[in-house]
């Protein structure tokens, strides 16, 4: 059974925070793909896992450029694919190579690429919740073993940081658990 999470962030600032709290379990040759519509939090995500990073840049979306690099602790491939129509495009890009072993490589539209991932990767999807304008529903689902501990570290974390930025000062736990074996909209308690 594969166990997913998910977490409700009521702000840009929380979404940067769950983003900062993924960074400390990161390490050269992770894969990030980050789903979700225009405008979802994607790159304020990245925003929030670069700074914990201690990347001192503005991280921008790189929808134009294609490739931002981003050197903190270790470098950031920040890659989008949105506007590429093809496999062959991502490709020639040199996809391959942006698998550097050395470097943590986020892909934004991440699902358009899913078979050129490799086996072991961390797939989020960023959506609006409708609960207002900066609230977005972030789930977490691993590709491969280690991804579960990883995301597990990630939620002690990012419920520690969230708590603390709460404005009425309480501590309720804000990640959800998901059998990602069973139905999409299976939530266990």
């Not at 390490?27 to 700074?51: N, W, Y």
């Not at 690429?113 to 490799?118: D, I, K, Q, R, S």
């Not at 977490?140 to 930025?165: C, D, S, Y």
């Amino acid at each position: 059974m594969s166990r997913g999470l998910r977490v409700t962030t009521r702000s840009a600032e929380e979404t940067r925070v769950v983003g900062a709290a993924l960074a400390p379990t990161l390490l050269p040759s992770d894969v990030i793909s980050l789903s979700g519509d225009l405008g979802a939090g994607k790159t304020v995500f990245v925003q929030g896992l670069g700074a914990a990073l201690g990347v001192r840049q503005r991280i921008t979306s790189p929808s134009f450029t294609l490739v931002h690099e981003y050197a903190g602790r270790y470098q950031i491939l920040h890659l989008d694919v949105y506007r590429l129509e093809s496999f062959q495009e991502v490709l020639d890009l040199g996809f391959e190579e942006l698998l550097d072993p050395g470097a943590i490589l986020v892909v934004e539209w991440g699902e358009a690429v899913t078979p050129l991932l490799p086996e072991r990767y961390l797939q989020v999807e960023l959506r609006a919740s409708g609960g207002g304008d900066s609230e977005r529903q972030i789930t977490f689902l691993p590709h491969g073993t280690e991804w579960i501990v990883k995301m597990q570290e990630m939620r002690a974390t990012a419920e520690a940081l969230l708590n603390a930025l709460s404005a009425d000062g309480s501590s309720v736990p804000r990640f959800v658990d998901w059998d990602t074996s069973g139905a999409r909209d299976h939530w266990a308690p």
